[in-house]
């Protein structure tokens, strides 16, 4: 398991502001072999630019979505980090995994 930040969003109900900060930031645990795609989050990066994400993010921040197997359906979450450190990250912790057991 990897610790991770993932980016949500507010929805309409927990969202008060209207035009500013509409995520927030949160931890997540993920298992690295229910990861079936990486890709860089192009939208999160342009929310960042127009000031939606939560302040004290640094502009040059990166962005990963995440594609995580569940069953018959997937689920995408997008992640703090570029898509190369996040994966670092995941093969760190499969190498640990592998030569534990």
């Known amino acids: 398991m990897i610790k991770l930040v993932e980016v949500r969003r507010n929805n309409r109900y927990t969202n008060n502001k209207t035009n500013e900060e509409q995520y927030t930031l949160h931890e997540v645990y993920i298992n690295p072999s229910h990861v079936v795609a ?16 939560p302040s004290g ?27 190369g450190v996040i994966e670092t990250k995941m093969m760190t912790s499969m190498q640990r995994v592998l030569l534990k057991g």
Do not use: C, S, Y
């Open 38 to 53: 990486i890709r860089e989050d192009e939208r999160a990066l342009q929310h960042l630019r127009e000031g939606l994400m």
């Open 57 to 83: 993010l640094d502009a040059r921040q990166g962005f990963t979505k995440l594609h995580l197997q569940r069953g018959q359906n997937g689920l995408d979450i997008t992640v703090i980090g570029d898509p």
